[in-house]
């Protein structure tokens, strides 16, 4: 079983920057991916950002070339960096792994809000 943690969410006008983290604990060597989803009220949830086991990202075409997803040598933390936030980016994020049979644990998410 996994536990994950995220910080680094707040307010921020258009424009700005700010950089999640995601801190995992627990049973890590069976973690395939780790990624990093958001929901907007009255939205379903989506991907922004996957990291893969192998160190692969991939990216939802709304945030290519604004965001940034990493990790630690560790592979224990992984991080956002979010760079010329829109106001269409605000949502709760949140930090998601999956293992290698299939199973998904969750963070309990933070807000990001951006105002124009």
């Known amino acids: 079983q996994v536990q994950l943690v995220e910080s680094g969410g707040g307010l921020v006008q258009a424009g700005g920057s700010l950089r999640l983290s995601c801190a995992a604990s627990?049973?890590?060597?069976?973690?395939?991916?780790m990624g990093w989803y958001r929901q907007a009220p009255g939205k379903q949830r989506e991907m922004v950002a996957i990291i893969t086991s192998g160190g692969i990202a991939n990216y939802d075409d709304s945030v290519k070339g604004r965001f940034a997803i990493s990790r630690n040598g560790a592979k224990d933390t992984i991080y956002l960096q979010m760079n010329s936030l829109k106001p269409e980016d605000t949502a709760v994020y949140y930090c998601?792994?999956?293992?290698?049979?299939?199973?998904?644990?969750w963070g309990q998410g933070t807000q990001v809000t951006v105002s124009s």
């Open positions: 998601s792994s999956r293992d290698f049979n299939g199973r998904t644990s």
């Open positions: 627990g049973i890590l060597f069976t973690i395939n991916n």
